[in-house]
């Protein structure tokens, strides 16, 4: 089954709002997630690393006050897209890494946005 | 800086061909991670393989290899008598301990009936 679960798998959203990701890890606790962007037809780029009660640290070139992340619990990331625009329009999936199964890295199964 | 490089963005072979795709990597750490990963249309990704960097054994998994190869930093895969099922992206990436990983920019993969 599941390790990781992401929701919601697709969302629509207008142009302006702001949408929330939700990444869970099911079987263990996790202190770091990890949230990736992927456009179309192109690679999977690291955004930034969710440290559980903590600031999360982003990767250069990603805007924190518009990617929003909250790593509340062992067990819970969410990222927040605010103000949502077209161009943010992409598929983000979040990771885990597992270290009591010698650094096994989980994917959760990936959010769709379009903002329209 | 660590860099993963899959030089094929496309390969279309006819179904049972072998094919491999191609890997290669740049990292200064001693200690690092290597994967594959294939990527469906539906976008999740589905893990085939990790290996750490002290093991350097190549593996077979029924139809798909992989070849490690340290002093060329390369990290192929080989899919022996592909089936149309095969057709997806494939991502090559790095890790270090931390858990990051670095993509390579993925091989399309269209095995025609």
């Known amino acids: 089954g599941a390790v990781v679960s992401q929701h919601p798998s697709r969302v629509i959203c207008k142009s302006g709002t702001s949408v929330k990701i939700e990444c869970r890890s099911l079987?263990?606790?996790?202190?770091?997630m990890f949230w990736y962007r992927q456009f179309p037809k192109q690679s999977l780029m690291l955004m930034a690393t969710?440290?559980?009660?903590?600031?999360?640290?982003?990767e250069q070139g990603v805007e924190k006050d518009k990617f929003l992340i909250n790593h509340a619990s062992l067990t819970l990331s969410t990222l927040t897209v605010t103000s949502a625009h077209p161009e943010d329009s992409s598929f983000y999936i979040c990771?885990?890494?597992?270290?009591?199964?010698?650094?096994?890295?989980?994917f959760g199964e990936g959010s769709w946005l379009t903002v329209v | 800086a660590q860099k993963v490089t899959q030089a094929q963005t496309e390969i279309s072979v006819v179904e049972k061909e072998d094919v491999t795709l191609d890997c290669v990597y740049e990292?200064?750490?001693?200690?690092?991670?290597l994967f594959w990963y294939k990527q469906p249309p539906s976008g999740e990704l589905v893990f085939l393989i990790r290996?750490?960097?002290?093991?350097?054994q190549n593996e077979i998994s029924g139809r798909y290899s992989w070849n490690f190869q340290k002093s060329t930093s390369s990290f192929n895969f080989t899919i022996t008598a592909s089936q149309v099922v095969d057709s997806a992206v494939y991502f090559c990436?790095?890790?270090?301990?931390?858990?990051?990983?670095?993509f390579g920019q993925g091989t399309e993969l269209s095995v025609k009936p």
């Open positions: 990292t200064r750490d001693t200690t690092y991670y």
């Open positions: 969710s440290n559980e009660g903590s600031k999360a640290t982003y």
């Open positions: 990771s885990v890494r597992s270290q009591g199964t010698g650094n096994t890295i989980y």
């Open positions: 990436a790095l890790s270090n301990q931390g858990g990051k990983l670095i």
């Open positions: 079987d263990f606790q996790a202190t770091t």
């Open positions: 290996r750490n960097s002290f093991d350097e």
